[in-house]
């Protein structure tokens, strides 16, 4: 059995040893979406590979609201765990599988009818509306697989567990690889084949991961029943607020995107393929934030906030350790990896240029993953909605703009760093003085189990 115990043991291994599979399934996830633009690029075009970029922007809000709700699951049961509450523990995931059927079934049958009015909204040119349309209407069509999936994976790492989830994206990645060609060259489906081939493989990954799960008796599920008013209130206080701060963190990077596109085609280039690096050096941080996420919660239904601070600590000399030697390499090797992506002398440039001024600032914006991740177990879900806010929209968005203005493309990486400094000093105060740790989720409940008896 993977599952962990953190409320006792040695806090700077468990760490490590958590948080390690998470990275290599983070990792995974990215190299999903690399794997899927190879293919389309390749066999269908630069058409079809836009109309899939604008389709997917749509997809990763969808998404992004579903990583939300699943903090909010992480927080939730990961409590539940450290009490020992093995009723209360059960009854919550019974909750969270019928709170997030009718949401995906709901969410499904909407994007589904209005995909085409969503895509035009976003301004799709009208030569990519047809095929961006018919890719997003199946991806809508198999929307209960990427929630089913990723919840499963979510309540394991509530558990403790971070080790077989990779064996669940491991299989989506590998099916979507072998499915991607198939359907769109062999079958001649074309775009819709692409489409075709990620509902499948995350279909057959989430029925891998219900009947794997089931067997093993690794995750305590009960028949399905309605859950009661105090659970579904719980589930609907913690998730849209968790689900906002990612939708948030969504609608704030198209706002940076508003200030580089003013820069043109080369600045544009130059900053998706730092872009992508970006998805990749954030990695270790994501998985940090994630582990002691689950980590804190479990400590924190059982009442050691000792250990609480201990792992909040530890989390952020892990990151600034990580961060720092990624940072060092990236800024040593900024040309030669942004060529990775790119060719285009000018494109180019500028991709290094804010590669190497942003890296000095990476481990300030692992700070904020770190410290939000101890906050958001305790359930300060509105708290850290908050912080993104002020992240987003009153930092980092006007000092990119400030800073473009006063120094040109330059300005974009330094008005992003500096946002990601003055987040972290906002993340470490709240994190010190504010109130976080007065929210009572589980607690309350025991409380009243008591006084019942």
């Not at 291994?13 to 633009?37: A, C, E, G, R």
């Not at 999936?149 to 558990?159: E, G, H």
């Not at 706002?255 to 990749?280: H, P």
């Amino acid at each position: 059995m993977n599952q962990h115990d953190f409320t006792k043991g040695n806090i700077m291994k468990q760490i490590w040893l958590f948080s390690l599979p998470m990275m290599l399934t983070n990792l995974l996830q990215v190299s999903y979406q690399l794997i899927d633009s190879l293919w389309v690029g390749n066999l269908l075009g630069a058409n079809s590979l836009g109309a899939i970029a604008v389709s997917s922007t749509v997809i990763f809000t969808i998404l992004s609201f579903i990583i939300g709700i699943n903090n909010a699951t992480l927080t939730i049961l990961s409590q539940h765990k450290g009490q020992g509450n093995e009723k209360g523990l059960k009854n919550y995931i019974n909750a969270f599988v019928v709170i997030l059927s009718i949401l995906s079934v709901c969410l499904g049958i909407i994007g589904y009818f209005s995909s085409e009015d969503i895509l035009t909204l976003l301004g799709t040119p009208a030569s990519m509306i047809a095929d961006a349309t018919a890719y997003l209407q199946i991806n809508f069509i198999g929307i209960l697989f990427l929630f089913g999936y990723n919840f499963i994976a979510t309540v394991l790492r509530a558990l403790g567990d971070s080790k077989t989830p990779i064996r669940y994206v491991m299989i989506a990645v590998i099916l979507n690889a072998i499915l991607d060609p198939i359907f769109i060259h062999v079958f001649r489906f074309g775009i819709e084949g692409a489409a075709y081939a990620t509902i499948l493989s995350q279909g057959i990954a989430f029925l891998y991961g219900i009947v794997d799960t089931l067997k093993r008796k690794i995750i305590p599920f009960i028949l399905p029943k309605l859950p009661t008013k105090e659970e579904a209130s719980q589930i609907l206080k913690l998730g849209i607020p968790s689900g906002l701060q990612m939708m948030v963190i969504s609608a704030g990077m198209m706002a940076i995107m508003s200030v580089v596109n003013s820069f043109g085609n080369d600045v544009v280039a130059g900053f998706s393929a730092a872009s992508r690096l970006d998805s990749l050096i954030m990695i270790p941080a994501m998985a940090l934030g994630t582990a002691v996420n689950s980590m804190a919660g479990q400590n924190i239904g059982a009442n050691k906030w000792d250990r609480v601070h201990q792992i909040a600590k530890y989390g952020v000399l892990f990151n600034l350790l990580i961060m720092i030697f990624i940072s060092s390499f990236i800024i040593l090797f900024a040309e030669m990896a942004i060529k990775l992506f790119i060719d285009e002398k000018d494109a180019v440039h500028f991709g290094m240029r804010y590669i190497q001024i942003i890296g000095f600032f990476y481990p300030f914006l692992g700070i904020n993953f770190i410290l939000n991740g101890i906050v958001r177990g305790a359930g300060a879900m509105f708290q850290v909605l908050v912080l993104n806010v002020i992240s987003f929209w009153i930092l980092r968005y006007p000092l990119t703009y400030l800073c473009s203005l006063w120094l040109g493309e330059n300005g974009i990486a330094v008005g992003m760093g500096l946002s990601f400094v003055i987040s972290s000093v906002i993340a470490f105060g709240y994190y010190k003085l504010g109130k976080w740790q007065e929210i009572q989720l589980v607690v309350e409940k025991k409380q009243k189990s008591i006084a019942q008896s």
